[in-house]
């Protein structure tokens, strides 16, 4: 079973910018839709980017603009790049599949907290 590791967050002013990284402990990338997503407190889990094997991204309108998602295949990691943090985009973020039903045991998450 592949374990997802998240890691690169932390508390960042507003307008600050921090890079995700989510480390698979085996093959990802032959899952055509991977994806980081985000939950806020009282809030349901939110998929705020993907990425194909092909390399097409596609972002939450939310984010646009702001994240990047990228992945390194030789290394089974998944990385998302957000700038210009705002105060909303505080929440745990995760990586994960975005097929519900190829979907590995969720990681512990990376928190992001952004002040203002």
């Known amino acids: 079973q592949v374990q997802l590791v998240e890691s690169g967050g932390g508390l960042v002013q507003a307008g600050g910018s921090l890079r995700l990284s989510c480390a698979a402990s085996g093959s990802i990338f032959s899952i055509n839709g991977l994806g980081w997503y985000r939950q806020a407190p009282g809030k349901a889990r939110e998929l705020v980017a993907s990425i194909t094997r092909g390399g097409t991204t596609i972002y939450a309108d939310s984010v646009k603009g702001r994240f990047t998602i990228s992945g390194d295949n030789a290394k089974n990691t998944v990385y998302l790049q957000m700038n210009s943090l705002k105060p909303e985009d505080t929440a745990v973020y995760y990586c994960?599949?975005?097929?519900?039903?190829?979907?590995?045991?969720w990681g512990q998450g990376t928190q992001v907290t952004v002040s203002s």
């Open positions: 994960n599949s975005i097929h519900a039903s190829l979907r590995f045991a």
